[in-house]
C-alpha cells in the first residue's frame, strides 16, 4: 500500500511558477514510477508528465514540454513537478499517482495509487 500526498499548488499569474511535491509513504516508493496528472473542470483527467522508478526516464505531454520537469528523491520518497511559464490553460487539480507497469505509464488506468490532488490556477 503506498499512500500519496501532494502540496505546493495555489494562484499564480500567467508566466509564473510553481513547484509540486508529492510525498510517498511506505519502504516501496523506489519501486514505483510515478507520475503527475491533471484534471480541468469538464475534460477528462490527463497525463502530464511521468518518470521511471529509477529516475532515468521520462516523459512529458507535449502541452508541456520545454515548461515542466519531473524529478524524484528515492531517499525522501517525493516526487517534484517544476512547472515555469505557466499560462490559464495549466490550471487544474494536479494529481500524482504511482504504478509498477513501465509499460503503461502514460495511461492513467495502469495506475494503482492516487493522490488527493492540489489545485493550480493560472490567472491571466
Known amino acids: 500500500q503506498v499512500q500519496l500526498v501532494e502540496s505546493g499548488g495555489g494562484l499564480v499569474q500567467a508566466g509564473g511558477s510553481l513547484r509540486l511535491s508529492c510525498v510517498a509513504s511506505?519502504?516501496?516508493?523506489?519501486?514505483?514510477?510515478m507520475g503527475w496528472f491533471r484534471q480541468a473542470p469538464g475534460k477528462e483527467r490527463e497525463i502530464v508528465a511521468a518518470?521511471?522508478?529509477?529516475?532515468?526516464?521520462?516523459y512529458y505531454a507535449d502541452s508541456v514540454k520545454g515548461r515542466f520537469t519531473i524529478s524524484r528523491d528515492n531517499a525522501k520518497n517525493t516526487v517534484y513537478l517544476q512547472m515555469n511559464s505557466l499560462n490559464v490553460e495549466d490550471t487544474a487539480v494536479y494529481y500524482c499517482?504511482?504504478?509498477?507497469?513501465?509499460?503503461?505509464?502514460?495511461?492513467?488506468?495502469?495506475?494503482?495509487?492516487w493522490g488527493q490532488g492540489t489545485q493550480v490556477t493560472v490567472s491571466s
Open positions: 499517482a504511482a504504478t509498477r507497469t513501465l509499460s503503461a505509464i502514460t495511461n492513467r488506468v495502469a495506475y494503482d495509487y
Open positions: 511506505g519502504r516501496t516508493f523506489s519501486s514505483y514510477n
Open positions: 518518470i521511471r522508478w529509477s529516475g532515468g526516464s521520462t
